[in-house]
Nanobody
Framework: QAQLVESGGGLVQPGGSLRLSCTASGFSVTDYAVGWFRQAPGKEREGISCVSKDGANVNYAASVKGRFTVSSDTAEKTVYLQMSGLKPEDTGTYYC?????????????????????????WGQGTQVTVSA
C-alpha cells in the first residue's frame, strides 16, 4: 500500500534549523508534485510550500519565504524541506502530500499549496516544536 513518511521533526530553539524529509513506500515521491503543510493546535492545516514533479515550479507561503527551502532528490527518492530561522509560530505538525497516478500528468507539473488540492497521498506528520 502506497504510503508517505515524514521525518526530521523535533524540538529546536528559536533561530535554529531543521530538515524534514518526505519519502514514500510503494512509489517514488519524486514522480509527483509534493506539497508541505503544517497544522498548529487549534488551527486549520495550511500550505507552506510545494514543488512540481520536475522542480520547475516551487512556491512558499509568505510566512516562510526566505527561511524555508524545498528540494527534491530523485536519486534518494526524497523531498526535503529545509527550515532555518525557526520561530515559535512555526510550531506544529508538518505533513507532506503527493499527487498520485490517479491524476493526469499535467497535475504533477503544478505546485499547489491548497490542502484541498489533488493530493492522493498524505504522511502521518512529524512534530516541530520551536521553543526556548
Amino acid at each position: 500500500q502506497a504510503q508517505l513518511v515524514e521525518s526530521g521533526g523535533g524540538l529546536v530553539q528559536p533561530g535554529g534549523s531543521l530538515r524534514l524529509s518526505c519519502t514514500a513506500s510503494g512509489f517514488s515521491v519524486t514522480d509527483y508534485a509534493v506539497g508541505w503543510f503544517r497544522q498548529a493546535p487549534g488551527k486549520e492545516r495550511e500550505g507552506i510550500s510545494c514543488v512540481s514533479k520536475d522542480g520547475a515550479n516551487v512556491n512558499y507561503a509568505a510566512s516562510v519565504k526566505g527561511r524555508f527551502t524545498v528540494s527534491s532528490d530523485t536519486a534518494e527518492k526524497t523531498v526535503y524541506l529545509q527550515m532555518s530561522g525557526l520561530k515559535p509560530e512555526d510550531t506544529g505538525t508538518y505533513y507532506c502530500a503527493a499527487t498520485g497516478p490517479g491524476f493526469g500528468p499535467i497535475v504533477h507539473t503544478m505546485c499547489m499549496m491548497d490542502p484541498q488540492g489533488p493530493y492522493d497521498h498524505w504522511g502521518q506528520g512529524t512534530q516541530v516544536t520551536v521553543s526556548a
